[in-house]
């Protein structure tokens, strides 16, 4: 799993640390923030955990997409050799040659 992955799956948790991170700064007087400074911040965080968010959440939906598609694939293979087997039987016992399987 990569960073931004777990970053996406854990927006709300990444962003109550950076609001703690950015808080903690203001009130140990690490930088000095005006509450319009602080917000700007605050809501450039929040947008790039949104687009990390958004970004996380369309490619699962197109890797479930692509899931779905190779498992249906699968499952028609699948019934094309049963189908084909099934042929073969019947056209085993129209010629009288059938042998039932051990």
Known sequence: MTV????????????????????MGVIL????????????VMAFVEAVLFMLVETNTISKVRMDE????????????????ADAKV???VTEIQNGVFRAPP
């Open 4 to 23: 931004i992955r777990w970053i996406g799956e854990h927006a709300n948790r990444v962003a109550g640390v950076a609001r703690a991170f950015f808080y």
């Open 29 to 40: 007087t690490w930088w000095h923030w005006t509450a319009e400074q602080m917000g700007a």
């Open 66 to 81: 692509r899931m779905v598609e190779v498992e249906s694939r699968v499952d028609q293979k699948a019934e094309q050799k």
């Open 87 to 89: 042929a073969a039987i």
